[in-house]
T-cell receptor, first 115, second 110 residues
Framework: DAGITQSPRHKVTETGTPVTLRCHQT?????MYWYRQDPGHGLRLIHY???????DKGEVSDGYSVSRSKTEDFLLTLESATSSQTSVYFCAISEFHGLGVDTQYFGPGTRLTVL | KQEVTQIPAALSVPEGENLVLNCSFT??????LQWFRQDPGKGLTSLLLIQSSQREQTSGRLNASLDKSSGRSTLYIAASQPGDSATYLCAPLTGNQFYFGTGTSLTVIP
């Protein structure tokens, strides 16, 4: 399972409050990703990181920020949560094999409800 | 932007049947393509990875093919079992990003 954990696993919050989700990995993988999964939309990339302090935006980055101060931790922050951010959030990491090929592994997910 | 389509959206088959799941993508400039399964309420489990230079990849009863020039991949499942019931997703890697289809929901009836 590539040693990926997410916390919290479930969270209910109110509109306008800040929320931070944490992804932790134990195997020093370079790439880390945050996705959200919604019915009818599949998985959509929010942000990703390609190293400590190196991040880039994905398809649906508005309203989200990320930080990666250590290789093992990738944080996703909703500065002011809205009901449209109710979703299941998945963290993922990428491994590089000998030919430079990526395999992506996913964490168990965080179910976030914004009331 | 890469667009990924998976057909059919849902499929129900009797146990023991062989089946094919389809994935098409609009941008053929991919590095590889990965197939996942997702059980209800769970995360994604990697099944197979096909490099852009490969045509096929096999793991047990699963066989994935890739036709990069035509933007298509298929996942073949042999001798389906009730435990295969799940949603199957494909994800081509384009640049630094994986793009996902909405998946095929498979039900195998005992």
């Amino acid at each position: 399972d590539a040693g990926i954990t997410q916390s919290p696993r479930h969270k209910v919050t109110e509109t306008g409050t800040p929320v931070t989700l944490r992804c932790h990995q134990t195997e020093n993988h370079r790439y880390m990703y945050w996705y959200r999964q919604d019915p009818g939309h599949g998985l959509r990339l929010i942000h990703y990181s390609y190293g400590v302090k190196d991040t880039d935006k994905g398809e649906v980055s508005d309203g989200y920020s990320v930080s990666r101060s250590k290789t093992e931790d990738f944080l996703l922050t909703l500065e002011s949560a809205t009901s449209s951010q109710t979703s299941v959030y998945f963290c993922a990491i990428s491994e590089f094999h000998g030919l430079g090929v990526d395999t992506q592994y996913f964490g168990p997910g965080t179910r976030l409800t914004v009331l | 932007k890469q667009e990924v389509t998976q057909i059919p959206a849902a499929l129900s088959v009797p146990e023991g049947e062989n089946l094919v799941l389809n994935c098409s993508f609009t941008d053929s400039a991919i590095y590889n393509l990965q197939w996942f399964r997702q059980d209800p309420g769970k995360g994604l489990t990697s099944l197979l990875l096909i490099q852009s230079s490969q045509r096929e990849q096999t793991s047990g009863r699963l066989n994935a093919s890739l036709d990069k020039s035509s933007g298509r991949s298929t996942l073949y499942i042999a001798a389906s079992q009730p435990g295969d019931s799940a949603t199957y997703l494909c994800a081509p890697l384009t640049g630094n990003q994986f793009y996902f289809g909405t998946g095929t929901s498979l039900t195998v009836i005992p």
